[in-house]
């Protein structure tokens, strides 16, 4: 249970002090200071503090705001915050060097102009949270921002008033505040927020408020990343162990009671299998829940009466058989982990986004079919998963595009938080995590420096035109392609010298590897060993 500690009521940010709040934002940026490695590093030390300190509050506060568990909360947010401080801190300096460009960026014939990649920060940056992981969602693009040398204002969703409380004096009694921001609120906040200039947005939240976040950045061409959802399907074919796949997706569903991004919204089952699934489900959730899921600690609640209502409507509407749980209790906001049995695509347990316990089970007759409908349900999901043999596990890769997936599990390619994560198409623009989240508030800027002695190498370049000049360029230059027109690889002269010098092997690798056995039997031969 979390320790019994006060947070404030929310309270909104005053839209008055918005535009100051942004302006001071983008002017910390101006002088520089955020770009010194060393401050950097200090903000990130102090947030990992912070974390620390303030686990009393915040696990409080996603008690109160969402029910989680404390298990989940500090597995799940606090930890993978201080895992991602530690995490850029190792790595902050080596991502923030500039990098040399020599083969293959740059040809040799130009090496001498000192080709390099500068990472420069992008600027002051917003970052609009969602309620679900609100710290964790919230603070891991802020480690990136931090990282990259950003200014940032925090915008934590108002559906989790208690996080948000507790992350803005958080923030505001441990960071730099002359550079970093919590402002709170809802609509009206994020409006204001969105008529002031940034230099990216990162946004993480449904696909309808996506829209509303990329339209209006578009009228300052302010590049966004968005993180939204997905109808994400599963698909288990009789290869698959069932009743690990049972219990791996009862997981998913259970994790923040369901509130996931990534976790499936419906799984396509091989026909014949479904009765023994639904048997194995039912027992993985006797396991889980022994004395049901409303009297466990450990299954979060629905963030609201609307979400509520709003998954309560897709089970009154389904026309499918509900096949396991299906309880709930308004007043607990308690929606019992359900899984409903459908025999149309067009159910509203398939058609929309889920976003809680519950989820659908729709039988196919081929994985032909099964890839058909999931690619007709959602074309780029966020996530995808697939239980069954590793052949069937390529064709759904190939067949079927996602933000990321999982093979023979639930969400686990994003279960890491330093692996790349992101979505596809409608289920979001750009990746953060790991280096990604450095990458993603930076700025590749490329620098070449031509010197003076060099003048004449290059002077090619100038009026009046020299055509021989430039055939004599080209040949040092150009390149010349190894396939003919029809897109054949001609195998010419140079083909037959590689392969004649690298022994018949295709790479530099190859050719090393012959050569060395090559040498080694002459050694051994020339040495009489073994006779
Ligand atoms: N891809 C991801 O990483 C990821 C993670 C969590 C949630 N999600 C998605 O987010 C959704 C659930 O989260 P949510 O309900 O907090 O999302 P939401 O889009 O309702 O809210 C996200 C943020 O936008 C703000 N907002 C809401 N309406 C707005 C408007 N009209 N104009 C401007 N700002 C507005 C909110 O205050 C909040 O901070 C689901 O669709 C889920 O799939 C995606
Ligand atoms: C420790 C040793 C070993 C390793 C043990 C391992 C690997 C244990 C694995 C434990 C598991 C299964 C942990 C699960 C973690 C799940 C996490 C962190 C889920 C995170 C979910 C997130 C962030 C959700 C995000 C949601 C989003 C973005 C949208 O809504 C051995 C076995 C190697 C031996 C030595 C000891």
Not at 407 to 429: E, I, K, M, Q, R
Not at 449 to 454: A, K, N, P, R
Not at 462 to 478: C, G, H, I
Request: hydrophobic letters at 45%; one cysteine or more.
């Amino acid at each position: 249970m979390a320790a019994k500690v006060s947070i404030p009521e929310f309270q909104a940010t005053a839209l008055d002090d918005i535009p100051g709040i942004a302006s001071a934002a983008r002017g910390a940026f101006r002088v520089h200071k955020t770009k010194k490695l060393e401050w950097r590093q200090l903000q990130l030390r102090k947030l990992y503090w912070a974390m620390e300190d303030y686990q009393p509050q915040l696990l409080a506060a996603l008690m109160q705001d969402l029910h989680k568990s404390d298990f989940e909360s500090i597995l799940m947010e606090l930890d993978w915050v201080k895992k991602d401080c530690l995490f850029m801190l190792d790595h902050l300096e080596k991502f923030a060097k500039d990098e040399k460009l020599g083969s293959p960026h740059v040809p040799a014939t130009y090496s001498f102009m000192k080709f390099r990649v500068r990472k420069e920060p992008l600027g002051a940056v917003l970052i609009i949270g969602p309620y679900n992981f609100p710290v964790q969602l919230l603070l891991a693009p802020l480690i990136g921002a931090i990282g990259a040398g950003c200014t940032a204002v925090l915008k934590p969703s108002e559906l989790t008033p208690a996080c948000a409380m507790v992350i803005k004096e958080m923030v505001e009694k441990t960071l730099d505040t002359s550079a970093i921001a919590v402002v709170n609120g809802a609509i009206p906040e994020t409006n204001a927020l969105m008529n002031e200039k940034w230099d990216k947005i990162f946004f993480t939240g449904s696909a309808a408020v996506g829209t509303i976040i990329a339209k209006k950045a578009a009228e300052t061409l302010t590049p966004v990343v968005l993180e939204l959802g997905g109808k994400n399907p599963a698909f288990i074919s009789k290869n698959a162990n069932l009743a690990l796949a049972a219990k791996r997706l009862l997981w998913g569903k259970t994790v923040n009671a369901g509130q996931v991004c990534l976790s499936q919204n419906y799984v396509l089952i091989d026909k014949d299998l479904v009765e023994t699934f639904i048997t194995f489900l039912n027992q993985a959730y006797k396991e889980m829940f022994p004395k049901g899921a409303q009297a466990s600690p450990d299954l979060g609640r629905i963030v609201n009466q609307r979400h509520f209502q709003r998954l309560k409507k897709m089970l009154d509407d389904t026309r499918g058989r509900i096949v396991m749980g299906g309880g709930m209790d308004e007043a607990d906001k308690f929606i019992e982990p359900t899984a409903v049995l459908v025999d149309s695509v067009n159910d509203p347990m398939m058609q929309e986004e889920s976003f809680g316990p519950i989820f659908s089970i729709y039988p196919v007759n081929s994985l032909d079919e099964a890839i058909n409908v999931a690619n007709t349900v959602h074309r780029t999901p966020l996530s995808l998963f697939s239980f069954g043999s590793k052949a069937e596990h390529q064709r759904i890769l190939n067949e079927m595009t996602s933000g990321g997936a999982t093979l023979n599990d639930a969400f686990f390619h994003a279960s890491v938080n330093t692996v790349p994560f992101g979505g596809v198409g409608d289920s979001g623009w750009g990746a953060y995590r790991g280096k990604a989240s450095f990458d993603c508030f930076t700025h590749f800027r490329t620098i070449s420096e031509t010197s003076s002695w060099s003048e004449k190498l290059i002077a090619v370049r100038y009026m009046p035109f020299d055509m021989s000049k430039l055939k004599m360029l080209a040949r040092f230059t150009n390149g010349k392609p190894n396939f003919d027109r029809n897109g054949k690889v001609v195998k010419g002269f140079g083909y037959w010298a590689a392969m004649l010098c690298g022994l018949g092997g295709k790479s530099a690798k190859g050719a090393f590897v012959r050569w060395m056995v090559v040498l080694v039997a002459h050694y051994l031969y020339t040495n009489g060993v073994g006779n």
